[in-house]
Nanobody, 116 residues
Framework: QLVESGGGLVGVGGSLRLACTAS????????MAWYRQAPGNQREMLAA???????SYADSVKGRFTISRDHAKNTMYLQMNSLTPEDTAVYYC????????????WGQGTQVTVSP
């Protein structure tokens, strides 16, 4: 199971840190990632991190968001800085053997709202 936390309401230019805590068959979580989905839009992958710490980012968040992972706490984080109203969405965490793994699991989502 994956459980997100840390969403909320923030003003333009503000910061938030999301967390995703994993439980259960954690050894299968070779890759973890953050996605978001705004109303009327498709789910968009923002950042991914491997067990070894290799990261990748979507152009839309590169330089503003940082993904990290604490294996001791079985938790993945997304530090979000310089937030804009366009970042308003439901944010989801994903964990699996690879990005897009149909056997992977999803969190329930956490709302992030950036007010103008």
């Amino acid at each position: 199971q994956l459980v997100e936390s840390g969403g909320g309401l923030v003003g333009v230019g503000g910061s938030l840190r999301l967390a995703c805590t994993a439980s259960g068959k954690i050894f299968r979580l070779t890759v973890m990632a953050w996605y978001r989905q705004a109303p009327g839009n498709q789910r968009e992958m923002l950042a991914a991190i491997t067990n070894g710490g290799r990261t990748s980012y979507a152009d839309s968040v590169k330089g503003r968001f940082t993904i990290s992972r604490d294996h001791a706490k079985n938790t993945m984080y997304l530090q979000m800085n310089s937030l804009t109203p366009e970042d308003t969405a439901v944010y989801y965490c994903f964990g699996g053997g690879f990005v897009g793994d149909p056997q992977g699991g999803w969190g329930q989502g956490t709302q992030v709202t950036v007010s103008p």
